[in-house]
């Protein structure tokens, strides 16, 4: 289980709890779920890189810690 923690630069960070085995895509739909905004509206990037719906959370940590995600 990871938790995600996004922030909408706007004043609103949500705490969201995903499996390593989930997309972009399916972290969308439950950022989405919480926030109110539609999920295809939502960009999820890390300084300059935006990261596509396919890849799932388990490949994007390289070897670091799965908790050190903050998107």
């Not at 909408?8 to 399916?26: A, W």
């Not at 950022?31 to 905004?37: M, R």
């Amino acid at each position: 289980m990871i938790e995600v923690v996004c922030n909408d630069r706007l004043g609103k960070k949500v705490r969201v709890k995903c499996n390593s085995e989930d997309s972009i895509g399916d972290l969308k739909k439950l950022i989405a779920a919480q926030t109110g905004t539609r999920y295809d509206k939502i960009v999820l990037k890390k300084w300059y890189t935006i990261f596509k719906d396919h890849v799932t959370l388990g490949d994007l940590h390289h070897g670091k810690s799965p908790d050190s995600l903050g998107l």
